[in-house]
């Protein structure tokens, strides 16, 4: 995006999330940001039909010899005839559906929405099928009505939008909140007074991802149930290169790295000299849930990236009721909750999916790894975050299970990471880079060489910043570095061990590590800068400078006692 756009997309969040956050005081977040997400989405599919519409009323008037929408002129006697027969044809649904655009009916679209909202309740709003009057009963109803209209019309919505009368909302919060969503132009927006080429998906998407972050730091522990911080996401979609195949993610909170793949796609169209959208028609996503709620919030993010999806047919436990048996993925990314404790069943005990060993019944971490990889294509690869200890523990059949993934060659790479990166948690984290076929490979029309019995380390502790006070992040460049030292390594592309960084190690130095895969253990110290003054004389200056700076210390103490003595306020003999 230009820096237009960037700074445009800055303020508007801000914006919003002002006005969102002024629910807090009347709701709990995790409840929220149920409110304010189904608004994002009723505000979305809105814009999205009525650019549609404009674009339709365009064809109707356009008389061109390929224009097979022309509505002529000439079939009407009036103008009000042909204006009423524009208005009838934008009614017609299959103009929506062609084009992957939701129906919204009438009484769900945004200006309806808007325009009632204001009303006094008991106000007579519409009549139903049956010729009833329809009256206002609150403003959060009129939303819910709303969500269930779009429901009953697109099959592929229904039962994941959450409804928000069960939260009580004061009418006049919710309508503020209404008429700021209304105040803002998310369809060709303009900025500064230059017109921006973001289209309503572009922004409300952006939008729903911001706030998912927002809730997620204020939920706390909560919020990383649901919400995998941006820059890991991106950082692991980069290494990956998800360009086309299938893409699953057994733990997807609300579907960042699917999010994240179909950005991949658009940033990286211009080098390879392709279509996004054509591209986009190779890629299919699969993910499971168990939450409900979260369940809901990742089928809302795809609807407004406009991605297709098979989540399954409803909420599930992915160790006791995986909904995608057969799928054998050329992609699986996840971030499982860490070290979790309370996942086995005795149901569990003979899984065809423990082909590296049972996993400990008190810890999921190697139930998740060894999940993703039956779920792996033949010459797929995944990435998984898993707590440090992974990288080492040997109790309960870690340490064998982790073996047999370094014998049988799986594992690619590892990457440890700084701390303070998540919401939910201060365990220090890593990422494993596994794939079925390190013999070779071909990824965006490049090949990769030969990678049996090598295997990559990472130590990226050292890199990020501090967002704030208690989270750290990754700058681009950071992402880039990593991305780019792993995708060298693959391709015999220039790469070099770096000292404290990066180390590609052989199967035999695995083994004399006891099959601990912590990349501290492989890449050694970062090397220190030389400023060609040696050592002795290094030392010699330093300590001579530290015994100045005692003295110094001393003088100014005595200094501090005498002037407090005479103002009365040290005794001296103290």
Known sequence: MSNTEQQFLKELDDKLWKAADKLRSNLDAANYKHVVLGLIFLKYVSDAFEERQEALLELFKSDSDDNIYYLPRDDYDREEDYQQALQDELEVLDYYREANVFWVPKAARWNTLKEKAVLPVGTVLWQDD????????????????????????????????????????????????????????????????????????DVLGHVYEYFLGQFALAEGKQGGQYYTPKSIVTLIVEMLEPYSGRVYDPAMGS??????????????????????????????VYGQESNPTTWKLAAMNMAIRGIDFNFGKKNADTFLDDQHPDLRADFVMANPPFNTKDWWSESLAEDARWKYGTPPKGNANFAWMQHMLHHLAP?????????????????????????????????ECMVALPGQLFTNTQIPACIWF???????????????????????????????????????????????????????????????????????????????????LTPGRYVGAREQEDDG?????????LTRQLR?????????????????????????RL
């Open 533 to 541: 003054e040696p050592f002795a004389e290094k030392m010699a200056r």
């Open 130 to 201: 049956a010729g009833n009057d329809v009256k206002l009963r609150s403003v959060s109803w009129l939303v819910d009505n709303a969500l269930e209209e779009i429901e009953k019309s697109n099959a592929r919505l229904k039962g994941i939008l959450n409804r928000i009368s069960q939260y009580q909302l004061e009418n006049d919060k919710l309508l503020g909140l209404i008429n700021t969503f209304s105040d803002t132009s998310f369809t060709k927006p303009v900025y500064d007074g230059e017109r921006l080429s973001l289209h309503s998906k």
């Open 379 to 411: 010459t797929g690869s995944m990435a998984l975050l898993l707590a440090n200890g992974s990288m080492s523990s040997n109790t309960n059949n870690e340490g064998e299970i982790r073996k047999r993934l370094v014998e049988e060659d799986l594992v």
């Open 434 to 516: 596994l794939t079925r076929d390190k013999a070779n490979g071909v990824v965006r029309n490049v090949t990769k060489r030969d990678r049996r019995q090598e295997f990559l380390f990472i130590d990226a502790r050292n890199l990020g910043y501090m967002r704030d006070r208690v989270l750290r992040d990754f700058t681009n460049a950071d992402i880039a570095r990593i991305a780019d030292t792993f995708h060298a390594w693959q391709r015999g592309e220039a790469y070099e061990d770096i000292a404290g960084f990066c180390r590609s190690a052989s199967l035999d130095e695995v083994r004399k590590h006891d099959f601990v």
């Open 548 to 572: 100045e700076q005692f003295a110094e210390n001393e003088r100014l103490e005595v200094k501090i006692k005498r002037n407090l003595t005479g103002l009365g306020l040290w005794d001296s």
């Open 255 to 284: 579907g960042g790295f699917f999010v994240s793949s179909d950005k991949f796609i658009e940033e990286h169209a211009n080098e390879q000299h392709y279509d996004p959208a054509e591209q986009k028609k190779h890629i299919s």
